[in-house]
């Protein structure tokens, strides 16, 4: 790991200051993905600023309905929250798919947002990789590609975006709170919080240097009956080739998104209104114009099938 200096902000427009006004400053809180990088040095901040102690712990109502849960709550206690349990069940089931125990008790809410690629030659220093490296190239395209992107990907990147927790949040439309520097405060749609990789697959989200994620907004409840069905090479501890978070309505229509198989959560609104023909009308127009590889083709029928015991599931 690389020397670095160390301060622990107080206020989060200081925080975010920080981090702007020094470059190769990162921010810091569960350190649970970014100290990883760090020991391999495929993260290599000159700078971090610690913002645990600026009190986004809480989850609070709001005014319409819904939930605002803060940027350092942990994924433990978030998917705990008896209120997410009973009306937002899918997030609490994509949450409990993730990682190990230990490490929900220390991921944050945003940090579980802001995780980078696992692409295994994002973590190889001696491979090419336009994210870590912009410009240098992807050893992925043409490499070994089982558990890379079939969707949304590029001449740039294929990897994908390794969270469940903002699979489940794209389903439940939520929108995530930031401020900067100057104190300026933004309301971003999950939907177009992680970016498609096109020719800067090192930008992962629309997050300008320094803007500080300081909650999440969960609109009301849908209602509705939640599912989270995740498959993966292992039972524990493993990212999903094919997730699924789906919201299902009594009458059979509902909200699906998909994980594992592009740069962001794959949810196209327009396959929704498919779901009462079933899983593969819905695939095939949420997958239309996807350029799969020899090694991850098996993704496409792969997500039929998850979709289709959702379904089953709704329907039992």
Known sequence: MKSFTYERAKDPVAAARAVAGHPGAKFIAGGTNLLDLMKIEVETPTHLVDVQDLGFDRIEKTGDGGLRIGALVTNTDLAADDRVRRDYAVLTRAIVAGASGQLRNKASTAGNLLQRTRCPYFYDTNMACNKRKPGSGCAAIGGYSRQLGVIGVSNSCIATFPGD??????????????????????????????????DHPEQDTVLKPGELITAVTLPRPLGGRHYYEKVRDRASYAYALVSVAAVIQPDGTGRVAFGGVAPRPWRVEAAEALLPQGAAAVTARAFAGATPTKDNAFKLPLATRALASVIAQSKA
């Open 165 to 198: 927790m903002a699979v489940a949040m794209r389903v439940l439309d939520a929108v995530v709170e930031t401020v900067d520097g100057t104190g300026q405060r933004r309301a971003i749609p999950i939907a177009d919080f992680h970016r498609l990789w096109g």
